[in-house]
C-alpha cells in the first residue's frame, strides 16, 4: 500500500513507536524478520554504517538490535518485542544503503526467536499490542509522514542539492559536474525554486542521455530524481 508515496506493505506489522516491521516466517510463526519503515530511512538519510548485534544476543522489549548511521543521523533500530536474534544480514555491514534501496526485501535487518513460542503468530503475542497491520494505522502513518516531513522518492538519493535562488543554468551546470564524478547508477535528488526547472532539467536529460526518474513539484520547489546511466 502506498501512502504518500511511500510502500508500506501488507501482510506485516508495524511499530510506529521504534518505525520497524516485523514479519512472521512461513514455517515457523515463532520467528520474525525485522526490517525498519520509510520513515525513519527518510529520517535518517542514506546509511553509511550498520552495525547488527551478534546471532544468539538476547532482546528485551524495546530494546536495541543494530546501530545505524548517516552524515545527518545516528541511532538505534529497536525491536518491540522480546526475544533471541538467530540470523543476522550480513550485507548491510559492507553495503548499508541495500536498507534505502530494498527496505522490505534484501534490506532486512534481523530475525528473532520471539518468547512465547508457542504463540500462534507476533499478533497474537500480548506483549505485541503496539503493532497493527497496514489497514489498521493508514491514518496514523499519514499523520506522521506529515508531521515529521518525510519524502519518499522512485529511487532513495546518493547525492541531494539544494539550489535554492539559484538559476537553472548554473543548477545544471554544477549537476553535469556531479555527475561526471559519480558512480554509474547512482542517484541525484535536486532541488529548486528556478520557474523554468522543469522544462529546463527534460532538455537536459535529453541532451546528456540521464535518467530522469521522477520530477515532483511541493508548493514553489521543484524535487527532481536523477540517475546517472552513461
Known amino acids: 500500500m502506498e501512502i504518500s508515496r511511500c510502500n508500506f506493505p501488507e501482510g506485516i506489522l508495524y511499530d510506529l513507536d521504534n518505525f520497524v516491521w516485523l514479519k512472521n516466517d512461513e514455517n515457523d510463526r515463532s520467528i520474525v524478520t525485522l526490517g525498519i519503515t520509510p520513515i525513519l530511512i527518510s529520517l535518517a538519510g542514506k546509511f553509511t554504517k550498520i552495525k547488527l548485534k551478534q546471532i544468539g544476543t538476547n532482546i528485551e522489549k524495546n530494546k536495541s538490535v543494530a546501530s545505524i548511521e548517516s552524515v545527518r543521523y545516528f541511532g538505534m533500530v529497536r525491536c518491540p518485542l522480546e526475544g533471541k536474534i538467530i540470523e543476522i544480514n550480513d550485507a548491510l555491514s559492507y553495503n548499508p544503503k541495500i536498507v534505502n534501496d530494498f527496505p522490505y526485501d534484501d534490506g532486512w535487518f534481523v530475525k528473532i526467536k520471539i518468547d512465547n513460542s508457542d504463540s500462534r503468530n507476533v499478533n497474537s503475542d500480548k506483549k505485541a499490542d ?101
Open 130 to 230: 503496539n503493532l497493527k497491520f497496514i489497514d489498521q494505522c493508514h491514518d496514523e502513518i499519514k499523520l506522521l509522514i506529515e508531521k515529521l516531513h518525510v519524502r519518499c522518492f522512485s529511487a532513495f538519493p546518493d547525492y541531494e542539492m539544494f539550489e535554492i535562488g539559484v538559476e537553472c543554468a548554473a543548477t545544471l551546470t554544477k549537476l553535469g559536474e556531479l555527475i561526471g564524478k559519480i558512480d554509474m547508477g547512482n542517484i541525484v535528488h535536486v532541488v529548486s525554486d528556478d520557474l523554468s526547472a522543469d522544462l529546463e532539467m527534460i532538455r537536459w536529460s535529453e541532451e546528456t542521455g540521464q535518467n530522469l526518474l521522477e520530477i515532483r513539484k511541493e508548493g514553489n520547489l521543484y524535487h527532481f530524481i536523477v540517475k546517472k546511466t552513461k
